[in-house]
């Protein structure tokens, strides 16, 4: 039986992916939401993230954002049960209104990570297998950022980068009987102030996820994958202590997706429908994710 773990997804992605509100830029951002299989190898991946939202009815003047994110994603197995890595995404937001469009692009802020094993049952006579998992990880302000952002009527959050240094911790539980298993993850995300002494909210997001593992051949496999993913993003702050309008929300998404495994190399794609969201206090309205992912392990 192949031995999977699944490992951070839209923490911090863990990303995941990048996704952010219309009217307020609220954002989950985390590693790669597409590599969702790890074989306890180290590996380098290449990733593509789309995610949007529009005014709700009667709101505004009917803007669409959509946000997009191109990620390089390495990580190495130091020995059995440490491993380190970083992820560096590149991203580029427009917003249209009445077919006029403004967007932003630039690098956005490198994020390091370094995850331990804490408990593992992997005995190859038997079927079960269990991996818990505690991580950490450090977000660099080496993004684009611009403080000056509302005067071209754009959010805070609609930066690439945070300006500011943010901190994450995050916990896996894996667990898989013989070509079948499920997926339990949290991960936590707070940020400092900026230089403006703006505060972003804290993010937390949590991913229910099930697979199964059908080989084709001998050195070939597809794993269909499906689940659920909860997040929840706190309202952002003046420099007065002040809530900024129109920052924070929540949501609950269904995920469906497949991967295919080729010796090696992990292709994943994965569709995320929301099915309960209330973002920028109803203001706007989520529309579906998807994210895609190319993954060499070694």
Not at 270 to 288: C, D, K, L, T, W
Request: negative net charge; aromatic residues 12%; hydrophobic residues 35%.
């Amino acid at each position: 039986m192949i031995r999977l773990i699944y490992i951070l997804c839209l923490l911090f992605a863990v990303q995941s992916t990048s996704f952010a509100c219309d009217a307020c830029g609220c954002s989950i951002m985390g590693h790669p939401a597409g590599l969702l299989t790890e074989y306890r190898k180290s590996f380098l991946s290449l990733g593509y993230s789309h995610s949007g939202f529009t005014a709700a009815p009667g709101i505004g003047e009917g803007s669409i954002d959509a946000f997009h994110t191109i990620d390089l994603s390495f990580q190495y197995f130091m020995t059995h049960r440490w491993s380190a890595g970083i992820y560096q995404p590149f991203r580029f937001n427009t917003r249209t209104i009445d077919q006029s469009t403004q967007s932003i692009s630039g690098l956005a802020d490198t994020r390091l990570h370094v995850k331990y094993t804490f408990f593992e049952q992997n005995d190859d006579s038997k079927p079960l297998e269990i991996y818990l998992d505690i991580g950490a990880g450090l977000i660099l302000p080496t993004g684009s950022y611009d403080p000056h952002l509302h005067d071209q009527d754009l959010p805070e959050n609609f930066n690439p980068g945070n300006g500011s240094l943010g901190m994450s911790l995050q916990q896996t539980s894996a667990l898989s009987y013989r070509s079948t298993g499920l997926i339990l993850k949290n991960s936590l995300t707070r940020f400092s102030k900026t230089a403006a002494d703006y505060q972003y909210g804290a993010q937390w997001a949590c991913n229910l996820l099930m697979f199964a593992d059908l080989p084709l051949d001998s050195i070939t496999s597809l794993v269909p994958m499906a689940g659920l993913q909860f997040e929840k993003v706190g309202t952002d702050l003046h420099p007065n202590g002040t809530e900024v309008h129109g920052t924070g929300g929540n949501g609950i998404f269904v995920s469906a997706g497949c991967q295919l495994k080729i010796k090696n190399w992990l292709c994943t794609f994965q569709y995320f429908i929301p099915a309960s969201h209330e973002y920028s206090g109803g203001e706007v309205n989520a529309r579906p994710r998807i994210n895609c992912q190319l993954t060499h392990l070694f």
